[in-house]
């Protein structure tokens, strides 16, 4: 299995919402990552978690927080966002959390913040 | 320094013809040069990377030239086919630093 995986596909959420994005592979692969895609822009890293350790934290503000509960899974709680938080947000792993690491990634979650 | 200049912004070409993605970059530290392909509505999908050890690689219909002195790097995609429409990353990175990205190519393939 060489996917990775993300639920749900698209979310719309007000300001005063909780919500979270799963992300989920099978691959064995013990980094994983969060990046965060604007229309027509390169995806940004928000977060990278190592062995289910969060090693990189890109200066992402405390409304978006990442969980690792273990290998396979990582989820981002969302609450309290702002409009401009509207993007795809994409999931990512690899093997180990240096770049030369093929990533794959995620089909992403659309997420719209009214 | 730690950018990546990409051009062009937008590129359509003729089918069977060949499709040039440009990059440049300053940071000498930069090891690891891939490239993603990204069709809409999906994950971008690693297509090619190279090490600046070598100055061209090829994997079926597309090649990464690169030059190390001038430093930027190409992806060429010959016999371009409809199917190989999508936006295109160029990305850099040294180490275990965060991969840094171009700013994109949207391709179009004409029948």
């Known amino acids: 299995d060489t996917e990775v995986t993300q639920t749900p596909k698209h979310l719309v959420m007000g300001m005063t919402n909780k919500k979270s994005l799963k992300c989920e592979q099978h691959?064995?692969?013990?980094?994983m990552y969060w990046y965060k895609q604007k229309a027509k822009k390169p995806p940004e890293l928000m977060f990278v978690y190592s062995y289910e350790k969060l090693s990189i934290n890109e200066s992402v503000p405390s409304r978006f927080s990442p969980e690792c509960p273990n290998s396979s899974l990582l989820n981002l709680h969302l609450h309290a966002l702002q409009p401009e938080d509207s993007a795809l947000y994409l999931c990512a792993s690899s093997q180990g959390s240096y770049t030369y690491n093929e990533q794959f990634f995620g089909p992403g979650t659309r997420l719209t913040v009214l | 320094q730690q950018q990546v200049k990409q051009s062009p912004q937008s590129l359509i070409v003729q089918k069977g013809g060949i499709s040039i993605i440009n990059c440049a970059y300053e940071n000498t530290a930069f090891d690891y040069f891939p490239w993603y392909q990204q069709f809409p509505g999906k994950g971008p999908a690693l297509l090619i990377a190279?090490?600046?050890?070598?100055s061209e690689k090829k994997e079926g219909r597309f090649t990464i030239s690169f030059n190390k002195s001038a430093k930027q790097f190409s992806l060429h995609i010959m016999d371009s086919q409809p199917g190989d429409s999508a936006t295109y990353f160029c990305?850099?990175?040294?180490?275990?630093?965060?991969?840094?990205f171009g700013t994109g190519t949207r391709l179009t393939i004409i029948p």
């Open positions: 691959m064995g692969h013990r980094a």
């Open positions: 190279i090490r600046p050890d070598v």
């Open positions: 990305a850099a990175s040294f180490g275990n630093e965060k991969l840094t």
